[in-house]
């Protein structure tokens, strides 16, 4: 939390109040995780939320040159702003898979449409999982799932839809809170995964949002574009983009009395910020999460580059995994950006320690420093001190577990 009493995502800590049920708190929301058989181990991996109704949609997804089939399936289906389901698979990511994995997806759309009595482009769909894998073989599954998950949908399942959902992910995520001001008030609650592959230009792995508030779809695709630009734009695991990245926000609009749209557009920045730090605190073998704080920048802009190319560097993180104060990687770091600063202007604080002032090394205490870089959580701050601009991204060590999960992931 920053000193004006904010969350590292820019909104008030305490503006809302807190809401049971995941992304069924919304009501009207049903959702359900099965297993399918899709994962060797026999845990969840097929899931679906679903609306009850066709309703308006958000959708942001992967900039990577190389999209999975279900990114582009779901871009069209959301293309007129309306869907009422969201059916998702871990597993498989359906990636590099030509003509047949997108056959899959659409069979997937509309196997579930048939069941929810729907159209086929009111469905959307997300994967997840290895990259490249022909899914062929597991469409009998997969559509067994489907039937299965629509089956036991119900308003106690965002629990196991979150846990179906997950790859290397430790832990299922969640959030839901209640937004109200003098006009009105909603419930907005979402669920998430991604513990790798985290260094998103829009969005996280997967990541389903849904709001009872009535927002058309085109201002809200430019609310959601606003709360995650500053919530899963700002935060890194591993400096690697996914090919399946998507971010869905469902509104139903059966809100009697909504907020205004300020107060809306925080609520959901605040459930998106909760859940992309999640998405960092179980980073792949992570041990600490790190708080990136630039601030004295000329322009957010230049704070958030500069934040996230320390956040993305591997020497960085490699030194915070073994507690090894060497602040210099984190000025190298930004130095090797195309933004302008002035080096010797540059402090830095590990937590309230000043390690390096006006670009060199100041006197400190190593056992200090040794106390709080072995601390879960670790707040720097970089002081650029040229103006009064600032910004914070999330990210996390990187220990050798990291490198063992990713190591042996197909083996």
């Known amino acids: 939390m920053s000193a004006g009493g904010e969350a590292w995502y820019g909104t008030p800590a305490s503006a809302f109040a807190p809401a049971d049920g995941g992304i069924c708190a919304v009501p009207g929301l049903r959702a359900a ?12 991996d097929v899931a679906i939320v679903d609306a009850g109704r066709a309703c308006d949609v958000a959708v942001l997804q992967t900039t990577n040159q190389v999209r ?24 498989n990511a359906n990636a590099c898979t030509g003509p ?33 894998v022909p ?5 009998p599954a997969l559509l067994t799932g489907v039937t299965q998950a629509v089956t036991e949908a119900g308003p106690d399942g965002a629990g196991a839809a979150a846990r179906a959902i997950m790859t290397t992910d430790t832990v299922p995520k969640s959030a839901s809170l ?18 790798g592959m985290i260094a998103p230009a829009m969005a996280t792995m997967l990541c389903v949002v849904a709001t009872d508030a009535p927002v058309p779809w085109r201002v809200l695709g430019q609310i959601t574009r606003q709360a995650v630009d500053r919530t899963f734009g700002r935060i890194s695991v591993d400096g690697c983009q996914s090919t399946n990245d998507a971010v869905i926000v469902l509104a139903t609009g059966t809100a ?5 749209i300020a107060a809306f557009t925080n609520g959901l920045t605040a459930v998106l910020g909760e859940l992309a ?47 090894d104060p060497n602040w210099g990687r984190i000025l190298a770091a930004m130095g090797a950006t195309s933004v302008q600063f002035v080096p010797e202007r540059v402090d830095v604080r590990f937590g309230p320690l000043t390690v390096c002032r006006f670009g060199v ?35 996390c060590d990187l220990t050798h577990d990291y490198v063992t999960i990713n190591a042996e992931y197909t083996t």
């Open 33 to 44: 995780g099965v297993a399918a058989g899709l994962k060797p181990d026999g845990a969840l």
């Open 361 to 395: 090394g100041a006197s400190f205490d190593p056992g200090q420093a040794e106390v709080i870089l072995s601390r879960p959580e670790i707040d720097v701050t970089i002081d650029l001190n040229l103006g009064s601009a600032g910004a914070t991204v999330l990210t």
């Open 135 to 139: 899914m062929t073989a597991q469409r």
């Open 256 to 260: 009697g009395r909504e907020p205004a």
């Open 100 to 132: 047949d994995g997108e056959q899959i997806a659409v069979d997937t759309a509309a196997h579930a449409a048939g069941l929810l009595g729907c159209a086929t482009d009111e469905v959307l769909v997300c994967s997840t999982g290895v990259i490249g």
């Open 68 to 91: 999975a089939a279900p990114v582009e399936v779901t871009a069209r289906h959301a293309a007129d702003g309306r869907a009422r389901a969201v059916v998702l698979n871990s597993g």
């Open 277 to 323: 730090e999640q998405v960092v605190r179980d980073g792949e073998g992570a041990s600490h999460l790190i708080r990136l704080h630039v601030t004295g920048a000329k322009h957010v802009s230049d704070a958030v580059a500069l934040a996230r190319a320390v956040a993305d560097s591997v020497l960085v993180r490699t030194a915070f995994a073994g507690g």
């Open 178 to 195: 209640r937004v109200a001001d003098g006009d009105g008030g909603c419930v907005i609650g979402g669920l998430a995964k991604g513990a």
